[in-house]
């Protein structure tokens, strides 16, 4: 978005006014009550006390706020992708590769104006299906969005899932939409390599990358994991928990740091509904999660 770099005054104009549409782009600009744009980043399978080990991790949720009884819910990995734009897991119980039918997030989006994207790392693009490329560094399970029929056959919305080479040029352009999914490649997200390497590449190209992002709009950045690593049923407490910190200028972080309330992969949906009043899936599951509390922004 370009307001922010327009001082003050601008933004000032822009308080009373709940819908815009740029001039010199025609990204439509959606004013919303938390954030103006969301960025969830999604690394692979840790568990929340391995992960806060992890000193760059940790420190990030230092400079945000953690969600530190936040939970996956199922496992394997695939069904919590879809759990995070369905408000369900879809029906899918396992990672093997399937279509499904019905409306996720992306459709809400639509309806209401919100410009979004899902960036995929080494996604080869064209519409590409294919459980996985040959180098196994793009997987389709990591890429929920290719999966939903209503946007794998609709040339408009499947266009809109791209390389995360594009991510560097949007920003560039400062065209970055309101809603953008992230999923880094099997080595970056950790899934083929350790935490450790996941928590370097962050440190090292995902957050300089979007430094310039956070610092000059209303963007929530949510740094999560797809699933933790234990199964362990007998405690509640513990069971597929992970870690996932709130990163951004109108995140409160004047007097706390922790939000130890039971959130899980289906609470980040809901607080976009909200966020920008979109309408319900209809699939039953909205009104079952627990949102993020509002008190968690300014
Ligand atoms: C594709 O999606 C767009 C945007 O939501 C919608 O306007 C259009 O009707 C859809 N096209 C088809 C063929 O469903
Ligand atoms: C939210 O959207 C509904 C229609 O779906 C509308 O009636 C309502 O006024 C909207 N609320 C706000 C705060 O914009």
């Not at 490329?133 to 899932?161: G, Q, W």
């Not at 300089?208 to 699933?227: A, G, H, Y």
């Not at 979109?278 to 627990?290: F, M, Y």
Request: hydrophobic share 35%.
């Amino acid at each position: 978005m370009r307001f922010y770099n327009l001082g003050i005054l601008t933004v000032v104009f822009l308080a009373n006014i709940s819908y815009l549409v740029s001039a010199s782009r025609d990204t439509p600009f959606v004013k919303g009550v938390y954030f103006d744009r969301i960025i969830t980043v999604v690394l692979g399978s840790s568990s929340y006390d391995v992960s806060m080990q992890d000193s760059y991790l940790s420190s990030l949720a230092q400079e945000g706020i953690s969600l530190t009884n936040f939970h996956a819910i199922w496992h394997p990995a695939q069904p919590n992708y879809f759990a995070m734009i369905c408000a369900s897991k879809g029906g899918v119980l396992t990672d093997f590769t399937v279509d499904v039918d019905g409306p996720s997030l992306p459709n809400l989006l639509e309806a209401s104006g919100v410009s979004w994207k899902a960036y995929i790392e080494n996604y080869p693009g064209n519409d590409f299906t294919g459980d996985n490329t040959k180098d196994e560094l793009y997987y389709r399970k990591y890429n929920p969005f290719i999966s939903m029929n209503e946007i794998r056959n609709n040339h408009t919305l499947v266009s809109k899932i791209v390389n995360a080479d594009e991510f560097v040029e949007d920003i560039a352009k400062e065209s970055l939409p309101q809603y953008v999914f992230y999923t880094p490649n099997t080595r970056n997200s950790g899934h083929l390599t350790d935490l450790s390497y996941a928590s370097n590449y962050l440190r090292t190209k995902f957050i300089p990358l979007i430094k310039p992002v956070l610092t000059n709009s209303r963007t929530l950045l949510v740094i999560t994991f797809d699933e933790s690593t234990y199964f362990d049923h007998f405690n509640l407490k513990k069971y597929n928990q992970i870690y996932t910190v709130l990163i951004g200028p109108n995140v409160l972080t004047s007097y706390i740091h922790v939000d130890e309330l039971r959130y899980n992969h289906y609470s980040i949906l809901p607080t976009i509904q909200l966020n920008w009043n979109l309408t319900e899936l209809g699939t039953g599951d909205d009104k079952k999660a627990t949102p993020l509390s509002p008190y968690l922004f300014l």
